[in-house]
């Protein structure tokens, strides 16, 4: 089941994005020492609570069995335009189709939304990640390398 985060929720939805972006880190290398601003160590309480009271993002988590094992969040941009934000599937939850319905959730509510594009980033190196969004309608734009992460970021869209 799907349904919109709850304050009391915060904890829960920071341990499966650390946990889920942490399977990111150890496959490819980054350390909080090389990657201090990778999701897998920057995220927190205080950052998801600013996107939800701050920012008013929309923040849905997939609830199995009265556990917490997937989350997504939705930056409404200018133009039409929204960011999928750390969609994550806890390691254990994986490969059950779960990231899928959470994927097929967020483009319905931000195109209620009225967000005619979704804006998505990668870990470029990731390329069963990339793979999969493609396979999921979205269209690789191209990457950019910051000096601060030891991996290129990758661009991706998909139309609405």
């Given at each position: 089941m799907i349904r919109e985060v709850f304050h009391e929720d915060i904890p829960a939805c920071v341990n499966i994005i650390k946990q889920?972006?942490?399977?990111?880190?150890?496959?490819?290398?980054?350390?909080?020492?090389?990657?201090?601003?990778?999701?897998?160590?920057?995220?927190?309480?205080?950052?998801?609570?600013?996107?939800?009271?701050?920012?008013?993002?929309?923040?849905?988590?997939?609830?199995?069995?009265?556990?917490?094992?997937?989350?997504?969040?939705?930056l409404i941009q200018e133009n039409n335009e929204c960011e999928?934000?750390?969609?994550?599937?806890?390691?254990?939850?994986?490969?059950?189709?779960?990231?899928?319905?959470?994927?097929?959730?967020?483009?319905?509510?931000?195109?209620?939304?009225?967000?005619?594009?979704?804006?998505?980033?990668?870990v470029e190196e990731n390329t069963k990640l990339r793979k999969w969004y493609e396979e999921n309608g979205a269209i690789h734009l191209g990457t950019h390398k910051f000096d601060f992460f030891p991996f290129t970021c990758g661009y991706m869209r998909k139309e609405l």
């Open positions: 889920s972006f942490k399977t990111v880190a150890d496959e490819f290398g980054f350390t909080e020492e090389n990657a201090p601003r990778f999701t897998a160590f920057a995220t927190n309480e205080e950052r998801l609570l600013w996107h939800m009271d701050g920012e008013h993002r929309p923040m849905y988590v997939y609830e199995e069995a009265g556990v917490l094992c997937g989350y997504y969040s939705l999928l934000n750390n969609l994550a599937v806890l390691p254990e939850y994986r490969h059950k189709g779960i990231g899928k319905q959470l994927l097929e959730h967020a483009y319905s509510v931000a195109r209620e939304k009225d967000c005619k594009l979704m804006n998505i980033g990668i």
